[in-house]
């Protein structure tokens, strides 16, 4: 797995690729704590370099998404290939989390 973040007006995009294993969940837990520390921060996750993700990994995103919304802070994520998608749409954390087709309308979203 490879996490890169850059900013973008003031927002943080954090692009996620590769596969996510067990130690690469605990990586990104360690990453998003450090990250959502940061009170009003907007974040993008972009998960367009991801084949597949699990339960666990979906836990760690909502987390995340809690830490950041409780701290005043906003989160969409973006380019998600059908399967995330999905997984999104049943277990409703798209009636939560702002999903965006593209990182241009989530920057839009965010600005």
Known sequence: ME?????????????IKGEIDHREEEKMAE???SASLLKGNKVILH????????????GII??????LH???GKMVVCNLNPFILNMFRITHISEIIKICPTEKEALEELA
């Not at 998960?47 to 979906?58: D, F, K, M, T």
């Open 3 to 15: 996490m890169i973040s850059r900013i973008i007006s003031k927002i943080t995009v954090i692009e």
């Open 31 to 33: 990453y998003f704590k």
């Open 47 to 58: 998960l367009g370099g991801l084949p597949y993700i699990n339960s666990a990994v979906l």
């Open 62 to 67: 909502v987390k995340f998404y809690n830490n």
């Open 70 to 72: 409780g701290s005043k």
